[in-house]
Protein backbone atom coordinates (compact mmCIF):
# COMPACT_ATOMS: atom_id res chain seq x y z
CA UNK A 1 0.00 0.00 0.00
CA UNK A 2 0.95 3.23 -0.73
CA UNK A 3 3.02 5.34 2.01
CA UNK A 4 4.35 8.82 3.03
CA UNK A 5 6.37 9.02 6.14
CA UNK A 6 7.82 12.08 6.92
CA UNK A 7 10.47 13.36 9.62
CA UNK A 8 9.54 14.07 12.76
CA UNK A 9 9.06 17.30 14.52
CA UNK A 10 11.59 19.97 14.26
CA UNK A 11 11.89 22.87 16.51
CA UNK A 12 13.82 26.14 15.11
CA UNK A 13 15.01 29.49 15.71
CA UNK A 14 14.24 32.41 13.16
CA UNK A 15 16.53 33.00 10.84
CA UNK A 16 17.86 28.90 10.96
CA UNK A 17 17.11 26.35 8.27
CA UNK A 18 14.86 23.06 7.99
CA UNK A 19 14.84 20.35 6.04
CA UNK A 20 11.51 17.47 6.20
CA UNK A 21 12.26 14.34 4.36
CA UNK A 22 9.28 12.06 2.98
CA UNK A 23 9.69 8.39 2.64
CA UNK A 24 7.54 6.88 0.08
CA UNK A 25 6.86 3.44 -0.46
CA UNK A 26 4.59 1.09 -1.86
CA UNK A 27 4.27 2.57 -5.46
CA UNK A 28 7.09 3.62 -8.20
CA UNK A 29 8.37 6.90 -6.84
CA UNK A 30 9.85 8.21 -9.95
CA UNK A 31 6.52 7.66 -11.39
CA UNK A 32 4.23 10.32 -9.38
CA UNK A 33 5.15 14.34 -8.85
CA UNK A 34 5.53 14.92 -5.25
CA UNK A 35 3.89 18.21 -3.70
CA UNK A 36 4.37 19.90 -0.50
CA UNK A 37 1.99 21.89 1.19
CA UNK A 38 2.07 23.72 4.86
CA UNK A 39 -0.73 24.11 6.94
CA UNK A 40 0.11 27.24 9.85
CA UNK A 41 -1.55 26.76 12.89
CA UNK A 42 -5.56 27.20 12.67
CA UNK A 43 -5.20 28.34 9.00
CA UNK A 44 -6.17 26.66 5.71
CA UNK A 45 -3.97 24.48 2.96
CA UNK A 46 -1.13 25.90 1.23
CA UNK A 47 1.00 24.45 -1.79
CA UNK A 48 5.03 24.95 -1.26
CA UNK A 49 6.10 23.98 -4.72
CA UNK A 50 6.67 20.45 -6.17
CA UNK A 51 9.31 17.76 -7.55
CA UNK A 52 9.47 15.46 -9.92
CA UNK A 53 11.56 12.61 -9.06
CA UNK A 54 12.01 11.21 -12.47
CA UNK A 55 13.78 14.58 -13.45
CA UNK A 56 14.44 16.10 -10.31
CA UNK A 57 12.60 19.60 -11.89
CA UNK A 58 10.84 21.55 -9.80
CA UNK A 59 8.54 24.29 -9.57
CA UNK A 60 8.30 26.71 -6.13
CA UNK A 61 5.21 28.92 -5.49
CA UNK A 62 6.23 32.22 -6.01
CA UNK A 63 5.43 32.77 -1.77
CA UNK A 64 8.58 30.63 -1.08
CA UNK A 65 11.11 31.20 -4.25
CA UNK A 66 14.40 31.84 -2.92
CA UNK A 67 13.80 30.10 0.10
CA UNK A 68 13.08 26.70 -0.33
CA UNK A 69 14.77 24.30 -2.18
CA UNK A 70 13.11 20.61 -2.79
CA UNK A 71 15.21 17.35 -3.69
CA UNK A 72 14.96 13.60 -3.69
CA UNK A 73 17.57 10.85 -2.89
CA UNK A 74 15.56 7.82 -6.03
CA UNK A 75 17.92 5.02 -4.09
CA UNK A 76 16.00 5.66 -1.14
CA UNK A 77 12.66 6.67 -2.23
CA UNK A 78 12.39 10.26 -0.64
CA UNK A 79 11.76 13.79 -0.90
CA UNK A 80 13.12 16.67 0.46
CA UNK A 81 12.07 19.57 1.59
CA UNK A 82 14.63 22.67 2.86
CA UNK A 83 12.89 26.10 3.70
CA UNK A 84 15.73 28.78 4.80
CA UNK A 85 15.31 32.25 6.54
CA UNK A 86 12.78 30.90 8.54
CA UNK A 87 10.44 33.69 10.52
CA UNK A 88 7.95 32.75 13.32
CA UNK A 89 5.18 32.97 10.51
CA UNK A 90 7.08 29.71 8.85
CA UNK A 91 5.29 27.65 12.12
CA UNK A 92 3.19 24.97 10.22
CA UNK A 93 2.59 21.92 10.12
CA UNK A 94 4.24 20.44 6.27
CA UNK A 95 2.73 18.10 4.21
CA UNK A 96 3.92 15.60 1.52
CA UNK A 97 1.38 14.62 -0.91
CA UNK A 98 1.57 12.51 -4.24
CA UNK A 99 -0.39 14.31 -6.76
CA UNK A 100 -2.69 12.79 -9.47
CA UNK A 101 -2.12 15.23 -12.43
CA UNK A 102 -3.93 17.25 -15.26
CA UNK A 103 -2.99 15.54 -18.46
CA UNK A 104 -0.04 17.11 -20.40
CA UNK A 105 0.35 19.37 -16.93
CA UNK A 106 2.25 19.17 -13.79
CA UNK A 107 -1.06 20.79 -12.41
CA UNK A 108 -3.37 19.38 -9.62
CA UNK A 109 -6.11 16.92 -10.81
CA UNK A 110 -5.74 15.39 -6.94
CA UNK A 111 -3.81 14.42 -4.07
CA UNK A 112 -4.28 10.93 -3.71
CA UNK A 113 -2.12 10.46 -0.45
CA UNK A 114 -0.49 12.65 1.87
CA UNK A 115 2.20 12.16 4.55
CA UNK A 116 1.29 12.37 8.07
CA UNK A 117 3.08 15.66 8.35
CA UNK A 118 5.75 17.37 10.16
CA UNK A 119 5.62 20.62 13.07
CA UNK A 120 7.92 23.16 12.63
CA UNK A 121 7.42 25.67 15.83
CA UNK A 122 9.70 29.08 14.49
CA UNK A 123 10.72 30.61 18.09
CA UNK A 124 13.45 32.20 19.51
CA UNK B 1 -6.75 35.17 1.76
CA UNK B 2 -7.45 31.90 -0.34
CA UNK B 3 -7.90 31.65 -4.09
CA UNK B 4 -11.30 29.49 -3.32
CA UNK B 5 -14.07 30.64 -0.89
CA UNK B 6 -15.93 28.17 1.69
CA UNK B 7 -17.92 29.36 4.53
CA UNK B 8 -16.37 28.84 7.52
CA UNK B 9 -18.40 27.04 9.43
CA UNK B 10 -21.42 25.10 8.84
CA UNK B 11 -23.41 22.76 11.11
CA UNK B 12 -26.49 19.54 10.80
CA UNK B 13 -27.67 17.09 13.06
CA UNK B 14 -26.92 13.21 12.89
CA UNK B 15 -29.11 11.71 9.68
CA UNK B 16 -29.63 15.17 8.17
CA UNK B 17 -27.90 16.75 5.02
CA UNK B 18 -25.69 19.50 4.74
CA UNK B 19 -23.70 21.40 1.83
CA UNK B 20 -20.54 22.71 1.30
CA UNK B 21 -19.93 25.52 -1.04
CA UNK B 22 -16.69 26.91 -2.89
CA UNK B 23 -16.46 29.64 -4.84
CA UNK B 24 -14.07 30.41 -7.56
CA UNK B 25 -13.87 31.87 -10.67
CA UNK B 26 -14.36 30.93 -14.62
CA UNK B 27 -9.98 30.52 -14.54
CA UNK B 28 -10.15 27.55 -11.85
CA UNK B 29 -13.59 26.23 -10.57
CA UNK B 30 -15.93 27.35 -13.73
CA UNK B 31 -12.49 25.87 -16.55
CA UNK B 32 -12.17 23.10 -15.49
CA UNK B 33 -13.64 19.64 -13.95
CA UNK B 34 -10.92 18.98 -11.49
CA UNK B 35 -12.49 20.03 -8.07
CA UNK B 36 -11.16 17.96 -4.98
CA UNK B 37 -12.62 17.84 -1.71
CA UNK B 38 -10.48 16.58 1.66
CA UNK B 39 -11.30 16.03 5.08
CA UNK B 40 -9.32 16.78 7.72
CA UNK B 41 -10.02 15.75 11.31
CA UNK B 42 -7.83 17.52 14.04
CA UNK B 43 -4.35 16.86 14.11
CA UNK B 44 -4.57 14.65 11.04
CA UNK B 45 -3.49 14.56 7.28
CA UNK B 46 -6.12 15.76 4.57
CA UNK B 47 -7.98 12.76 2.90
CA UNK B 48 -9.60 12.97 -0.60
CA UNK B 49 -13.14 12.37 -0.36
CA UNK B 50 -14.13 13.46 -3.92
CA UNK B 51 -11.95 14.54 -7.13
CA UNK B 52 -13.14 15.20 -10.79
CA UNK B 53 -15.94 17.06 -9.25
CA UNK B 54 -18.10 14.59 -8.63
CA UNK B 55 -15.85 10.91 -8.19
CA UNK B 56 -15.51 8.97 -4.96
CA UNK B 57 -12.36 7.10 -4.38
CA UNK B 58 -12.35 3.85 -2.97
CA UNK B 59 -13.81 3.77 0.72
CA UNK B 60 -15.26 6.80 0.53
CA UNK B 61 -19.25 6.49 1.97
CA UNK B 62 -22.01 7.05 -0.80
CA UNK B 63 -22.86 9.68 0.99
CA UNK B 64 -20.64 12.11 0.34
CA UNK B 65 -21.10 13.43 -3.06
CA UNK B 66 -20.22 16.52 -5.02
CA UNK B 67 -21.22 18.74 -8.26
CA UNK B 68 -20.61 21.90 -9.81
CA UNK B 69 -22.53 24.21 -11.43
CA UNK B 70 -21.00 27.58 -12.79
CA UNK B 71 -17.70 29.05 -10.69
CA UNK B 72 -19.25 27.02 -7.55
CA UNK B 73 -18.61 23.32 -6.06
CA UNK B 74 -20.44 21.65 -3.72
CA UNK B 75 -19.69 18.74 -1.41
CA UNK B 76 -22.83 17.27 0.12
CA UNK B 77 -22.48 14.96 2.91
CA UNK B 78 -26.17 13.22 3.49
CA UNK B 79 -26.79 11.19 6.32
CA UNK B 80 -24.45 12.71 8.71
CA UNK B 81 -22.73 10.82 11.09
CA UNK B 82 -20.67 12.43 14.07
CA UNK B 83 -17.44 11.36 12.52
CA UNK B 84 -18.17 13.34 10.34
CA UNK B 85 -17.10 16.54 12.23
CA UNK B 86 -14.25 17.64 10.33
CA UNK B 87 -12.78 20.54 8.09
CA UNK B 88 -12.76 20.24 4.66
CA UNK B 89 -11.39 21.99 2.32
CA UNK B 90 -11.66 22.12 -1.65
CA UNK B 91 -9.04 22.42 -4.13
CA UNK B 92 -9.41 22.87 -8.38
CA UNK B 93 -6.74 22.78 -10.86
CA UNK B 94 -6.19 26.66 -12.04
CA UNK B 95 -4.24 26.34 -15.18
CA UNK B 96 -0.74 24.94 -16.39
CA UNK B 97 0.62 27.47 -14.85
CA UNK B 98 -0.91 27.71 -11.06
CA UNK B 99 -1.51 24.73 -11.16
CA UNK B 100 -3.38 24.39 -7.69
CA UNK B 101 -5.30 26.92 -5.53
CA UNK B 102 -7.42 26.03 -2.14
CA UNK B 103 -10.32 27.03 -0.58
CA UNK B 104 -10.02 28.70 3.14
CA UNK B 105 -11.62 25.31 4.86
CA UNK B 106 -15.11 24.92 6.34
CA UNK B 107 -15.62 23.11 9.77
CA UNK B 108 -18.16 21.16 9.52
CA UNK B 109 -20.04 20.60 13.34
CA UNK B 110 -22.52 17.92 13.83
CA UNK B 111 -24.84 18.53 16.42
Known amino acids: QVQLVQSGTEVKKPGASVKVSCKAS????????MYWVRQAPGQGLEWMGW????????NYARNFQGRVTMTRDTSITTAYMELSNLKSDDTAVYYC?????????????????WGQGTLVPVSS | QSALTQPRSVSGSPGQSVTISCTGT?????????VSWYQQHPGKAPQLMIY???KRPSGVPDRFSGSKSGNTASLTISGLQAEDEADYYC???????????FGGGTKLTVL
Open chain 1, 97 to 113: ARVRLVGGTSGVRYFDF
Open chain 1, 26 to 33: GYSFTGHI
Open chain 1, 51 to 58: INPSSGAT
Open chain 2, 26 to 34: SSDVGGYNY
Open chain 2, 52 to 54: DVN
Open chain 2, 91 to 101: CSYAGAYTFAV
